[in-house]
């Protein structure tokens, strides 16, 4: 599992989900990846899953 702040200083939340998911290319198991943020609007959600991080359950 990783765990990782959205807002991150070098590089975002959303963009270290997008090259985790490229390395892992089509793998059968993918690692879960959790996104920690402040912002509790709709579109930071929606950012984070296009990124390729964990969708909630």
């Known amino acids: 599992m ?3 702040d959205c ?3 070098e ?3 959303e ?3 997008t090259a985790i ?3 892992e290319g089509a793998a059968s ?3 879960p ?3 920690l943020t402040a ?3 709709p579109e930071a959600a929606a950012r984070a899953i296009g990124a390729g991080m964990s969708a909630p359950h």
Do not use: D, Y
């Open 2 to 4: 990783v765990l990782t």
């Open 7 to 9: 807002a991150m200083p």
């Open 11 to 13: 590089m975002s939340g």
């Open 15 to 17: 963009q270290l989900a």
């Open 21 to 23: 998911r490229s390395e």
């Open 29 to 31: 198991e993918r690692v």
């Open 33 to 35: 990846i959790v996104g």
């Open 39 to 41: 912002n509790a609007q």
